[in-house]
């Protein structure tokens, strides 16, 4: 029997009043960054149905967090409910989803965001290092003080917009939008290890990335205010973290267990 894609008004009627009431009480904690905007376009293609037997695997987790909020009220609690009310919402009314909407919704979340801006600081003492010495490996004069670069008489601060934080967003945004693509392609899903897989491993091409990004930067005395600085880390994006990813997901596509849909 064929699929029904189609989501039911009433479905809509409980997104929508979910979303608002949410909205409602945490409207001021809501950024609007390049990433929560790239993740809201790709939902449509992301989110898939794999199953017309509705779920409520999500209820008790819901349920939880719904309770939380009466005893202890923050942005990411707020957050994480919102999602979880989506997920089941959709579950229990529409059918099972793919295993890629709970990594979006986890991805695209300020506690992610925030998390990724406390580790720049080390991030940052630590490629500083390490492309004060790869200079220095390839005979030119660099040193490392702190989170600072100099280089031939010039110094070059690792800023954390240095680090490509929304780039490190931006890459696991586009790696599960690819994780789609393999689905919708070859009519099967990944679970949720395989997932985590892929995601760590956005995460070190991230970390490479970033690195030849910040060695261009240097050589080069590319500044923040240069444009070039922000097509830099575009470049070494889409050359160093999302073309290795594809190749690598699709050459070990065949080789690893992947559950097809029902």
């Given at each position: ?38 993740g809201a376009l790709f939902t449509p293609y992301i989110f898939r ?63 992610v965001n925030h998390i990724a801006y406390v580790w720049s600081f ?141």
């Open positions: 029997m064929k699929k029904q894609t189609q989501i039911s008004p009433l479905t809509i009627t409980l997104l929508a009043l979910c979303t608002t009431i949410f909205a409602y009480f945490n409207y001021e904690n809501l950024p609007l960054n390049f990433s929560l905007v790239l149905k794999i199953s017309n037997t509705n779920s409520h695997r999500y209820l008790i987790v819901a349920l939880l967090l719904g309770g939380l909020l009466f005893f202890r009220r923050s942005a990411s609690l707020y957050y994480a409910f919102w999602c979880f009310c989506v997920l089941y919402i959709l579950e229990s009314q529409w059918g099972r989803l793919n295993q890629l909407p709970l990594f979006l919704l986890a991805v695209v979340s300020a506690f080390p991030i940052r003492l630590w490629l500083s290092g390490i492309v004060a010495k790869s200079l220095t490996f390839i005979g030119m004069n660099a040193e490392a003080d702190g989170n600072i670069i100099l280089l031939n008489g010039n110094d070059f601060n690792v800023e954390p917009g240095c680090v490509g934080l929304n780039m490190l967003v931006t890459g696991l945004v586009m790696g599960l939008f690819i994780l789609a693509h393999f689905e919708r392609q070859y009519t099967r899903t990944f679970n949720f290890l395989q997932v985590s897989t892929a995601m760590f491993l956005v995460l070190f091409l991230s970390v490479f990335s970033n690195y030849i990004r910040l060695l261009t930067l240097v050589v080069f005395y590319i500044l923040p205010e240069n444009p070039l600085h922000e097509l830099v880390g575009i470049l070494c994006l889409v050359v160093y973290v999302l073309l290795p990813f594809y190749l690598v997901v699709k050459r070990i596509y065949y080789s690893i267990k992947i559950a097809k849909f029902p």
